[in-house]
């Protein structure tokens, strides 16, 4: 069987009666939303992604934790904070994503955090350099349950691969995800569902048929091909593509960029998902790598409250008016991509 098919089926066996009733609810208020202008939200969040670690091992340029440029203090994700939470929200949680900023296996408990939300039935994932999928965190990996591991590949070179993975060895990417492959096959196992991520960047862009040929070879289960978001790119930059299908930029007759896709007044990730910090701060999507939009705090109160609180309405509300009065939001299409009209 198709290894997508597989996973798909294995996400779908996630479902619950509760989950997918909440699920309903989330889509049907978002939508409720957009028509009314009036932000309304009855449900709780199908997904939510869980910040292990700020801190990183590598140096990629366009990455608060690569360049070292946070204004928040760095640190490591608290066992009674994440297990708190996740016993508030796991009956109707679907998706748990372990990753914002910084490399998960940075994390000395960080597969003991995956089994725990394995063991509720969640669909786990997380994003990783590979840097740390030494033999035994490769079965430990596996071991844990985690359902979806996305391994950052940006070139199939070393001297590509180092020009935006600034600090890292290409060879230890590969022996990570040969240690993963043979430990699913020892144990027996379908999971995880190993993806490499290629961010294509005009560095690497020649090299899109050789990261599938890769994967091919050491039995990946999927290539994905991701668009880089530039901060700076008004005036263009060396990372932007010259293959127009994979920029999010397109050049103006002066010389500047422009964003390609449309801008509306909505966000889909708003609804239906948000961000957690290592340090229990709520923000709204991975855009706000800063979390200079702070919609709560899970140290001094409860998820559902925060998230039905008067922070987050009016943060919803200000979307539906005028989206473009959010900075971070300007050089964003992700959250409209899947419902827009």
């Known amino acids: 069987m198709n290894r997508n098919v597989l996973d798909g089926l294995n996400f779908a066996s996630k479902l619950t009666p509760k989950r997918i009733a909440n699920a309903l609810k989330v889509v049907y208020s978002y939508y409720e939303s957009r028509r009314t202008g009036k932000a309304t939200h009855r449900g709780l969040p199908m997904s939510v992604s869980f910040e292990p670690t700020t801190s990183c091992n590598l140096r990629c340029p366009e990455c608060p934790s690569g360049l070292r440029s946070f204004t928040r203090p760095t640190g490591m994700l608290g066992e009674e904070l994440y297990k708190r939470t996740i ?28 089994r725990y939300a394995t063991d509720r039935n969640i669909y786990t994932a997380t994003s990783t350099n590979a840097h740390y999928l030494t033999d035994a965190n490769a079965r430990k990996t596996v071991e844990s349950g985690l359902d979806r591991l996305i391994i950052s590949i940006d070139g199939t070179t070393q001297d590509v691969y180092e020009q935006y993975r600034v600090g890292g060895k290409l060879e230890k990417v590969l022996e990570g995800t040969k240690n993963i492959i043979r430990w ?38 999927e290539v994905g091909l991701k668009t880089a978001q530039i901060y700076e790119y008004e005036h263009g930059s060396d990372l932007i593509p010259t293959l127009d ?3 999010r930029y397109a050049p103006q007759a ?10 509306g007044d909505h966000c889909w990730k708003m609804w239906h998902s948000c961000v957690i910090t290592w340090d229990g701060l709520v923000v709204p999507c991975c855009f706000d790598k800063d979390a200079h939009h702070r919609l709560g705090d899970l140290q001094t109160e409860s998820f559902a409250d925060l998230w039905q609180g008067a922070a987050y309405t009016d943060f919803r509300q200000t979307l539906l008016r005028s989206r473009s009065e959010i900075d971070m939001c300007r050089n964003c299409t992700e959250g409209t991509k899947v419902w827009a009209d």
């Open 254 to 263: 002066d010389g500047t960029y422009r964003i390609k896709n449309g801008f």
């Open 87 to 114: 016993d508030e929200l796991h009956e109707t949680l679907l998706y748990l994503i372990f990753y914002f900023q910084g490399e998960p296996y940075l994390h000395p408990q960080f597969l003991e955090l995956v």
């Open 184 to 221: 699913k096959k020892e144990l027996k196992s379908r999971t995880p569902h190993v993806v490499f991520q290629f961010l294509v960047v005009k560095p690497n862009e020649h090299q899109i048929a050789e990261v599938n040929k890769l994967a091919r070879e050491l039995g990946v289960d």
């Open 245 to 247: 299908k994979y920029s």
